[in-house]
């Protein structure tokens, strides 16, 4: 004859396992969302980065708005990053400024960042990231606003 205890402890480790599986599953995609989070921003930084200094290079306002959004699209690329929606904002009025005078070109990226690849059900399907950079206008060069 059995052991009663045995006998009253089988099927309780199936039982267990229901109970923490789900946990568990859910920790390990929380720390994925997380990852791509991290990477997303520092690519969303270097895109901001790339598309200011890039801008700041250009001899106006207007064609430094081209040139930020087409190097924010080309690091994009680079980066891998692939957004539900990207958006480059360029403020370049300080081209406006008189040479000699100090001026800057900002750029802000913002990016939609999809998870619904990793998601569970109840937990958040994006996010948007945004980084703005700002890159001084060499003082002595001439622009035109």
Do not use: K, W
Not at 15 to 34: D, G, H, K, R, S
Not at 52 to 73: H, I, K, M
């Amino acid at each position: 004859m059995g052991d009663g205890r045995i006998d009253r402890e089988r099927g309780s480790v199936a039982v267990e396992l229901a109970i923490i599986a789900p946990a568990v599953i859910a920790a390990f995609v929380t720390v994925m969302m997380f990852g791509r989070v991290m990477i997303a921003n520092q690519s969303i930084e270097a895109v901001a980065f790339d598309a200011a200094r890039t801008a700041s290079l250009a001899r106006d306002g207007g064609a430094a708005v081209v040139a930020a959004r087409r190097a924010a699209e080309e690091t994009l690329a680079a980066q891998g990053l692939h957004c539900r929606r990207t958006e480059v904002r360029v403020d370049a009025s300080q081209f406006a400024r008189p040479v000699g005078e100090p001026a800057n070109v900002t750029v802000t990226v913002e990016c939609d960042v999809d998870f619904r690849d990793i998601a569970l059900p109840g937990m958040p399907g994006s996010t948007t990231l945004s980084a703005t950079f700002t890159s001084p206008l060499d003082r002595y060069r001439t622009r035109s606003s």
